[in-house]
């Protein structure tokens, strides 16, 4: 069995960013928007400041009230927009409910987009335009696959979900990358057999074990983008721990498989270093 090991791959990746840095002499900058406190939020965060200072990147962290007016949001992004000292934009998810995410997410200037998710880059990707930001989750899987010598090009590959953030994105990719491509999603019909069928598996679902022992077989890849938090095992004090893992029953499924993508570990890591990619992309486009 191969590991899809991303956090080791995000490492390379952020060598190779760094010494782009150095030789571009331009030090990029990205700025965050949080809206409130989610403590999942921050830890992403974390992680990408982390991220930012091993390659030299410079990362402004913006925090607004969770009860901040949309119109007061889309001011602040507007001013990073205009702001010629900043490269790259990311609104982090989720944020409240009484804002508009799409509209708040459409208000990200495409050039500054390095989430790769106004409609203007997602159509570029849908159009087969390579001229737009790619959406960095769908980009970090592709790059995991290539890195570890996956054959994607004439290969039968599903992809189980169909946001706009990862599924449709990602099945974009690997038919441009040549697969024959299958999107499955609740309403599939004997999703067994499909997942069966299938030599690459890519599953953005979120929901815990939905790939059992029973849906794979020898020779398939399978990338697992699904994040869910459960309930691991008691403290001394019997209060149950949580635990994060993927959609797939991992431990059941790495021993049958050619070659599969541990939650977390995986699709997790490949994300920060595509969005650091795409920063220094549009970083260096000007």
């Not at 999107?183 to 004997?190: C, D, F, R, V, Y």
Request: proline share 4%; hydrophobic share 40%.
């Amino acid at each position: 069995m191969i590991l899809l090991d991303g956090k080791k791959l995000n490492g390379e990746i952020a060598d190779g960013l760094k010494k782009k840095i150095e030789e571009s002499g331009i030090r990029p900058t990205l700025a965050i928007i949080q809206v409130g406190n989610v403590e999942e939020s921050n830890a992403y965060i974390r992680h990408k400041k982390s991220y930012g200072e091993r390659i030299g990147a410079n990362v402004v962290h913006i925090v607004l009230a969770s009860d901040i007016p949309e119109t007061e949001l889309i001011n602040k992004i507007n001013e990073l927009n205009n702001d010629s000292g900043v490269n790259g934009i990311i609104v982090q998810l989720p944020i409240s409910k009484h804002l508009d995410k799409n509209k708040v997410i459409e208000s990200v200037s495409p050039m500054k987009d390095v989430d790769g998710l106004h409609s203007i880059n997602a159509g570029k990707v849908f159009s087969d335009d390579l001229t737009g930001v790619t959406p960095a989750t769908p980009k970090g899987v592709i790059s995991l696959l290539k890195h570890y010598g996956i054959k994607i090009e004439g290969k039968r590959a599903l992809v189980i979900g169909k946001s706009m953030l990862v599924g449709k994105p990602v099945a974009m990719l690997l038919l441009r990358e040549g697969a024959t491509v299958t999107i499955a999603h609740s309403k599939t019909e004997n999703l067994k057999d499909v997942v069966k069928e299938s030599d690459i598996v890519v599953v953005a679902v979120g929901k815990a074990g939905l790939i059992t022992k029973e849906m794979v077989r020898e020779g398939q890849v399978i990338v697992d983008v699904g994040t869910n938090s459960v309930e691991g095992e008691k403290t001394l004090e019997e209060i149950p721990t949580r635990k994060l893992v993927g959609d797939v029953a991992f431990d059941e499924v790495k021993d049958i498989v050619y070659a599969i993508s541990p939650v977390p570990g995986g699709a997790g890591p490949m994300t920060v270093a595509s969005l650091f990619e795409n920063l220094v992309e549009v970083s260096l486009k000007k």
